[in-house]
């Protein structure tokens, strides 16, 4: 069993930057995949970044690559994601996620979700 707990979200202007922590309880965190989500009132959850416990090949949305870094340390069972060049479009509340399939980007396949964290970017 996993338990997931989300910081790091707040209110940042456009352009500026955010990092989000997530940070995990139990015995299975180094092996499984850990992706981040967002969903807005009124809309699904949207896929965002999602890393293997080994770190390699992380997925990406399109609209966040080369803005969005997902990384993991295991040995302090956090997953981070590092959110630059904001825009009004990426406030959401933002979740953390885990799954036991490599490499998923579907939410229905993620076992373990964590509360939430309100990002807002303002104009």
């Known amino acids: 069993q996993v338990q997931l707990v989300e910081s790091g979200g707040g209110l940042v202007q456009a352009g500026g930057s955010l990092r989000l922590s997530c940070a995990a309880s139990?015995?299975?965190?180094?092996?499984?995949?850990m992706g981040w989500f967002r969903q807005v009132p009124g809309k699904e959850r949207e896929f965002v970044a999602a890393?293997?416990?080994?770190?390699?090949?992380?997925y990406y949305v399109e609209s966040v690559k080369g803005r969005f870094t997902i990384s993991r340390d295991n040995a302090e069972n956090t997953v981070y994601l590092q959110m630059n060049s904001l825009k009004p479009e990426d406030t959401a509340v933002y979740y953390c996620?885990?799954?036991?399939?490599?490499?998923?980007?579907?939410?229905?396949?993620?076992?373990?979700w964590g509360q939430g964290t309100q990002v807002t970017v303002s104009s």
């Open positions: 890393i293997n416990w080994s770190s390699s090949s992380p």
């Open positions: 996620a885990g799954t036991l399939r490599y490499g998923s980007t579907k939410s229905g396949e993620y076992n373990y």
């Open positions: 139990g015995r299975t965190f180094s092996r499984i995949t």
